[in-house]
């Protein structure tokens, strides 16, 4: 009985790896690799604009939805250096876990604050039009316990 099990379990898993392979060489699909530098490029440029003061470079990285929201980058940046100081003016910036499930992604970024206070980024990215990505959303949360 656990002879067959086991040879279930392995033609289960087999053909789950066959879907994920096929879907991972879908073409026209970048690989779960290329998504990944894609997104950290996104948010490492984003940071690296707010680091010098380049409103317009940080407001450009953000989906439409957020630039609506906000209107301009002066609003933007305004409301990032008063809100989100972890991201704007980060002592320390480490990639974690990244998800991506279709259109949309989570990427875990841990911080430390200006103040010296850690915290976990959690940037909320979407596919556009383009192929791109774009930052849709940022929340600040307590550093998660273990890093991905």
Aim: charged share 25%; proline share 6%.
């Amino acid at each position: 009985m656990y002879a067959n099990r086991r040879v279930a379990l392995r033609w289960v898993a087999s053909l789950v790896l066959l879907a994920w392979a096929a879907s991972a060489a879908e073409p026209g699909r970048p690989t779960p690799e290329v998504e990944g530098a894609a997104i950290r490029d996104i948010i490492g440029r984003q940071v690296a604009a707010f680091r010098r003061d380049d409103a317009e470079s940080a407001f450009a990285l953000a989906t439409p939805r957020v630039r609506r929201q906000f209107g301009d980058a002066a609003n933007f940046i305004v409301m990032v250096r008063d809100g989100y100081a972890a991201v704007y003016r980060p002592r320390e910036f480490a990639f974690g876990g990244l998800k991506v499930e279709g259109e949309e992604a989570v990427q875990e970024v841990h911080v430390t604050g200006p103040d010296g206070a850690p915290a976990t980024a959690v940037y909320l990215m979407q596919r556009q039009g383009d192929g791109g990505w774009r930052i849709d959303g940022c929340v600040l949360t307590p550093p998660t316990q273990t890093r991905t």
